[in-house]
């Protein structure tokens, strides 16, 4: 990790939240992780990841449960790596992910995740038993994280995701488009994470050495791909985002601005499990999708503002990426918010 990675307080909150009503221990773990306490009450403040990750390692330790408490029965210490030795004996990614979730299943009770194929989609559901609103919330969102960083790590590369539904509302942190995909939606009536099911035929490259090199630095690598929401990658995202498509800054222009060579921004970029091409596609996903939901302009002025030089090409793509047309979406979005208005 560099110096600059950071992760929201919500998530030291989060990795707290079974101590919260055992202030000493909970401040003895804050200060071996060197985390001052008074950042707690800011919900705006931002961590080091080298410090949560050491959080991290030394509540799992305090709690003997790799889950932090969040579930009912828990992983005690250890769990995980014998999740992990048995993923790398898979031959693709589609046999590491059912595995996963059933040996997932082993240990936790509150949470179970399920995988089918739909379409040219595979859907991974969850089954959250948990009642209490903000467990549900974090419990979902930290299972998914380390089952798709998981598969990540498995496959050597990231697997884009092309929809999320959550059904527990947005939690208090930013969004970010480039973990859970541009089309991202809250209080649906089930948590789903959707992705290309042509990434399940990929092949497990890793093997028993790399794997123990993993398990050194799983926390960090966690953090770095899936919750560091200051990163590079994340400034790109927000920049292009920020700005209509015909101004769009160049490669060259980035690296510029922050004083990099083309070679270094690519690496940090690479470093984080993105390129800036899929950072520019997923920015024009993200453009599409929410103007599809939130506004009544035109499917050729959606398209044009996508960056799509004509409206048929954006309906290929926009069909490529959900199976249905733009004109569909939209009326099934605008049913669904009828639906639970």
């Known amino acids: 990790m560099q110096e600059k990675d950071s992760v929201s307080v919500y998530f030291v909150q989060a990795a707290l939240y079974r101590l919260r009503d055992q202030p000493v221990r909970m401040d003895d773990l ?7 306490k008074q950042l707690l009450c ?32 828990g992983m005690p210490a250890g769990s995980f790596a014998l999740i992990c030795r048995g993923l790398i ?6 046999q590491a992910l059912r595995q996963c979730l059933s040996s997932y299943r082993l240990f936790l009770r509150d949470i179970q995740g399920s995988v089918s194929l739909r379409g040219k989609h595979a859907v991974i559901t969850l089954h959250n038993r948990q009642e209490s609103p903000f467990l549900r919330s974090i419990l979902e969102e930290t299972f998914l994280t380390v089952v798709i960083s998981l598969m990540c790590w498995l496959a ?9 539904q959550f059904g527990h ?43 123990k090199a993993f398990l050194r630095t799983a926390p960090q690598w966690v953090i770095i791909r899936f919750s560091n929401r200051q990163g590079l990658s994340a400034q790109v995202y927000r920049q292009l985002r920020n700005c209509r498509y ?5 490669l060259v222009d980035f690296a510029r601005e922050r004083a990099l060579s083309v070679t270094s921004f690519r690496r ?18 993200t453009i599409a999708f929410d103007c599809l939901r939130n506004t009544d ?28 047309s733009p004109g569909s979406y939209r009326l099934k979005q605008r049913s669904q918010n009828l639906d639970s208005a």
């Open 30 to 36: 804050l200060a071996q992780a060197g985390i001052p």
């Open 42 to 73: 800011d919900s705006a403040a931002r961590v080091p990841a080298t410090a949560f990750a050491k959080l991290w390692l030394v509540v799992a330790e305090e709690l003997d449960d790799e889950f932090f408490g969040y579930d009912s029965h």
């Open 89 to 94: 004996q898979t031959a693709s990614i589609g």
């Open 156 to 164: 050597g590369r990231r697997i884009p995701i092309s929809r999320t």
């Open 169 to 211: 509302p947005r939690p208090a942190h930013d969004d970010d488009h480039l973990l859970w995909g541009p089309d991202l939606t809250f209080e649906a009536t089930q948590t789903e994470v959707a992705f290309d099911a042509d990434y399940l035929k990929l092949p497990v490259v890793q093997d028993l050495e790399s794997l």
């Open 246 to 250: 015909e101004q769009w800054p160049t």
């Open 268 to 285: 940090q970029l690479k470093r984080e499990g993105l390129s800036f091409q899929e950072i520019k596609n997923e920015v024009r996903r």
């Open 297 to 324: 302009l035109s499917v050729a002025a959606i398209a044009e503002m996508a960056g799509f030089r004509e409206a048929s090409a954006f309906h290929r793509a926009f069909k490529q990426w959900t199976g249905e």
